[in-house]
């Protein structure tokens, strides 16, 4: 009884999370009877009204949710301190969903962006969640962010999205936003992004780390995602420097870096799975670069078309170990020398990979096998369970008949292919797998 009762009392006693709609179009903080996301972000850090006149925001209580109504254009920062720099709106220290409906949060697109080291009125990031904050991202665009700054250890990081808190991205597009370092996220050392699913990131530029990603905390899972377009010195879609959990049934193509087109890893990632590495380029490591502790397990995933201007097409691999890189496969790669991968230093442990061409210095890892080029096709949308916002699927490139690489794998490949397709017999080698017929089917539309 005595349990029943503290059951009951907890339950009562829990805050219950606010619906707090936005009606305002901007980040204007007045008590004008419209609730801006400013004012909701406060409302829903303090657990107060944004204002005593009708339409205001209502008081946030517990976990709260803030959802948009229309487009949001923020005209000037909200936020502005000497540790953080300019933000367009509060800095959020308690627990905010935003629920987007497909609306997005930009900063407005007259103000300029001069990525000249000083941060001029009008640059600013969209978001910043600091200790004990934590924000889900959910169904939203965010775009035309912009930080730049040298003047501030932390100031120039996070063109859209700065995190010292806690951060979740599900639904949601990243696009066309600017910073020194984090050109669309940047993830502190002490934050946590715990997932990371059907969304993209497009667009996104910095000088230094991380076109896209930029992380130097802690990300457990990056899911069904799109990386494209984005460029950096290091890592155009994503770079690393602490440890990221999982990559899976996720797509890094046309990116651009010096080092580590796609992904450039300073530290620890421990797997990645059924994604693919498209189109990348950079000086070195067009699909990928290898600096840090380790890469655990990279497992049927699609090497094709990057491009380095030195060594390293697909991979490059110095001073570190990436220890089981199995059932992969790597096509038409290019570089100056060692097209597929680059074994500069470090450990390169592979199992059953193959190739179209012998071109590397990991060919203990990848067998150079005559593999037919003409039997892969373009990236392209090849139909999916899980969509990204707008209704697409993240795109890869299909084996055609005849392929050496279908039923190619064994045992210890995956289940599932990069679109979570079951394994049709034996799974095939790469990111995806054949279907016959079917793949027509799903390609154009039907199921």
């Known amino acids: 009884m005595k349990k029943l009762l503290i059951v009951l009392i907890l339950f009562v006693s829990a805050p219950q999370a606010t619906m707090i709609t936005v009606t305002g179009a901007d980040g204007t903080i ?22 005593s006149t009708p339409g205001e925001c209502p008081a946030g209580s517990g976990a709260d949710i803030i959802e948009l109504t229309s487009n949001i254009s923020l005209t000037f920062e909200n936020h502005n301190d000497a540790t953080f720099g300019r933000t367009g709106t509060p800095a959020i220290n308690s627990e905010i969903e ?6 997005e949060i930009a ?5 300029t962006c001069n990525n000249d080291n000083v941060s001029d009125v009008g640059e600013f990031r969209l978001f910043l969640i600091i200790a004990n904050g934590f924000l889900k991202l959910n169904n939203v665009t965010l ?22 808190g806690s951060l979740s991205i599900t639904n949601s597009i990243i696009i066309s936003n600017k910073a020194n370092s984090g050109g669309g996220v940047y993830n502190a050392n002490q934050g946590v992004i715990s997932l990371v699913i059907n969304s993209s990131f497009e667009s996104n530029s910095t000088v230094d780390s991380g076109g896209g990603i ?14 494209s377009e984005n460029s950096s010195y290091y ?13 899976k049934n996720s797509t890094f193509t046309e990116n651009s870096a010096v080092y580590g087109g ?17 189109a990348n380029l950079a000086n070195t490591g067009g699909g990928l670069s290898n600096t840090g502790t380790n890469i655990n397990f990279i497992i049927n995933s699609t090497f094709y078309g990057n491009e380095a201007t030195t060594n390293g097409g697909g991979i490059h691999n110095q001073s570190s170990n990436l220890n089981n890189l199995n059932h992969s496969l790597f096509a038409n790669n290019l570089a100056t020398a060692n097209a597929d991968c680059y074994l500069q230093s470090g450990i390169v442990i592979g199992n059953n990979n193959i190739s179209n061409q012998d071109n590397g210095t990991c060919s203990s890892a990848i067998d150079q096998t005559d593999m037919t080029l003409s039997t892969i096709d373009i990236l392209s949308d090849n139909g999916c369970f899980e969509t990204l916002p707008g209704g697409s699927c993240v795109q890869t490139h299909a084996l055609l008949t005849g392929s050496e690489a279908i039923d190619a794998g064994n045992s210890t490949s995956t289940n599932h292919d990069q679109r979570n397709f079951s394994a049709n ?11 016959g017929i079917n793949d027509l089917i799903y390609k154009n539309g039907f199921n």
């Open 235 to 247: 890592g155009g879609g994503l770079e690393n420097f602490q440890n990221i959990g999982s990559i």
């Open 214 to 227: 930029f992380n130097e905390g802690n990300i457990y899972s990056i899911s069904n995602c799109n990386f």
């Open 262 to 278: 796609g992904i450039d890893n300073a530290d620890s990632i421990n797997e990645i799975i059924n994604s693919t590495f498209s």
């Open 98 to 103: 935003i629920k987007g409906m497909s609306h």
């Open 107 to 111: 900063r407005q697109s007259g103000l």
């Open 425 to 435: 017999g034996v799974r095939d080698i790469g990111a995806y797998e054949y279907q």
């Open 143 to 164: 775009t035309n962010g912009c930080v730049d700054n040298t003047d501030f250890s932390n100031s120039y990081y996070g063109g859209a999205v700065y995190n010292k």
């Open 30 to 51: 007045a008590d004008d009877g419209f609730c801006s996301i400013s004012e909701a972000i406060n409302s829903a850090n303090n657990d107060t009204s944004s204002g």
